[in-house]
């Protein structure tokens, strides 16, 4: 019986897990170094993109125990004064979705579990196993080794298994350097209700930070450090940022920000986001998926859609593979090998326009963090040029929204 062994269970690895159980095919294992991570951050965003792949592996609607609500809108605000608004949904397809990842992915698992998936959790994997010149399993921490036909590499943007088999990734010149707010307490609370269920989006002098209502309560808060021409140093203390947001955000929310007690922020966890793309994810015995491959910017949330739709489409070509129970073991190999690269082909278009995509937006905001004429002209200018940016900003949200046609 063909083996495939899958390291980290992110939304790759856990939804990589179900579609190969659920076909019944094969022998599937999953390992996964640190459980409690699961339950750190982890982005909320489920575009149209996310919940097609959600639904083809048999996963959506979600029950009532994975906290997750529709998106209501986006808002964008630039030095305290409405930019645009859009509301959800727009052109085709769903809303989008907030949710709570950490359950998202314990209910992939159990469901995986309960279709054959064997787990190991809590197990770190060291190395990879060698056979001639094939990936044959893996070596875990307590020195035991696990076989497989194939090593599916899920373990992130770091990926061990990606430095160990010398698969190269082209990054991007400078990584993004992220700090991670929640806010908590009745001013959260109070600031949540009047989100009304949207993203916001708030650049004003140096700074570029993005607000919304978090499917576990309370809100969650990014800001964006650094950039060309942004020299300001973070705030130290709560008290600082409460000041530092409220003097880019609108007057209510600005009033309602500073009204939160020192114990209402909790943070900030700072990311080094290293964005960028394998032009290779397969080597004999191997392939790379999710993160692994293509380590993304958190800019409109495509972390978690992508790697739901790596899953997707790994197995569709992983399953038949898996098949080939009565083949010898060089023609299970073989035919393994050919899937991963076929995999490799049929993902690469779509996070090549993504990343692409995400980098036009960056620019942008960048250039409103760092021009104060070009803020200063906008603000002015906004009843009039608001909703023409906001008509032109909907039609180039089409391929961060749903991606390309899945294989």
């Known amino acids: 019986m063909a083996r495939v062994l899958i390291v980290g269970a992110g939304p790759a690895g856990a939804g990589l897990a179900l579609a190969l159980a659920r ?3 094969g022998q599937v294992e999953l390992v996964e170094a640190s459980p409690e991570a699961l339950g750190r951050f982890r982005g909320e965003g489920l575009m149209p993109s996310g919940l097609e ?27 305290g004064r409405p930019l645009f608004q859009v509301d959800e949904p727009f052109g085709a397809g769903p809303a989008c979705h907030l949710i709570d990842q950490p359950s998202l992915l314990q209910h992939l698992l159990s469901k995986a579990e309960g279709a054959g998936c064997r787990l190991h959790l809590g197990q770190a994997v060291v190395g990879l196993v060698r056979e001639r010149d094939r990936v044959s399993g893996v070596e875990l921490a307590d020195g035991r080794r696990l076989e497989a036909d194939l090593v599916v590499a899920c373990d992130g943007r770091s990926s061990t298994l990606r430095r160990l088999a010398g698969l190269p990734l ?9 700090l991670w707010f929640r806010l908590s307490g009745p001013a959260a609370e109070a600031i949540a209700a009047n989100l009304a269920g949207r993203f916001v989006t708030v650049i004003g002098s140096g700074d570029s930070w993005a607000l919304f209502a978090s499917t576990r309560g309370g809100l969650q808060l990014g800001w964006l450090e650094g950039g060309a021409g942004v020299a300001p140093v973070p705030p130290t203390t ?20 500073r009204q939160l007690a020192d114990g209402d922020v909790e943070g900030p966890l700072r990311l080094t986001v290293k964005v960028g793309l394998a032009p290779c994810w397969h080597a004999p015995g191997l392939l790379l998926l999710g993160d692994a491959a293509h380590p993304l910017s958190p800019l409109r949330a495509q972390g978690l859609n992508m790697a739901l739709r790596d899953a997707v489409v790994a197995g569709e070509y992983l399953g038949p593979a898996l098949a080939t129970a009565d083949a010898s073991a060089n023609a299970t190999a073989a035919a393994l090998d050919a899937a991963a690269a076929a995999v490799t082909a049929a993902r690469l278009p779509e996070l090549r326009a993504v990343q692409a995509d995400q980098r036009r937006e960056a620019q942008r905001a960048e250039l409103l963090r760092s021009q104060g004429w070009l803020r200063a002209l906008l603000r002015a200018l906004a009843p ?15 391929r961060l929204r749903h991606g390309l046609p899945l294989a």
């Open 384 to 398: 009039w040029a608001g909703p023409v940016i906001a008509r032109r900003w909907v039609r180039e949200q089409d």
């Open 238 to 257: 709560p008290a600082a940022w409460r000041e530092r947001w409220a003097a880019v955000a609108p007057p209510v929310l600005g009033s309602r920000l």
């Open 23 to 25: 076909r019944g095919q």
């Open 53 to 79: 792949a959600l639904a083809r592996l048999e996963a959506w609607p979600l029950p009532a125990a994975v906290p997750h609500r529709r998106l209501s809108g986006w808002s964008f605000q630039l030095e």
């Open 170 to 178: 082209e990054e991007e010149a400078e990584p993004l350097r992220v």
